[in-house]
């Protein structure tokens, strides 16, 4: 019996602080399976420049990682994400 093949997706996740706009927002890069289990995650050095991005997700808490955000919205039609 075959398994069922699942899509890989690459979304890029912005940390910004909405209390403090000097200070510069964290790009984060998630490798996830289609139900949302995370493969990879990578912290990017500065903000991409072309759009290849399945989803692109925001919170604007001031968190500094992934990992203590206790919310994280969609952001629909962003620059970064890819046309499908």
């Not at 890029?12 to 890069?29: D, H």
């Not at 991409?48 to 203590?68: C, F, H, I, M, Q």
């Amino acid at each position: 019996m075959k398994k069922p093949t699942t899509k890989k997706r690459l979304v890029l996740v912005i940390l910004t602080n909405r209390f403090n706009r000097n200070q510069k927002p964290r790009f984060i890069e998630v490798a996830c399976k289609s139900d949302g289990a995370i493969l990879k995650e990578s912290v990017l050095r500065r903000e991409p420049t072309e759009p290849r991005y399945d989803e692109v997700w925001g919170n604007d808490d001031g968190k500094t990682s992934l990992a203590t955000c206790t919310r994280v919205s969609r952001l629909y039609t962003h620059p970064l994400q890819a046309k499908s």
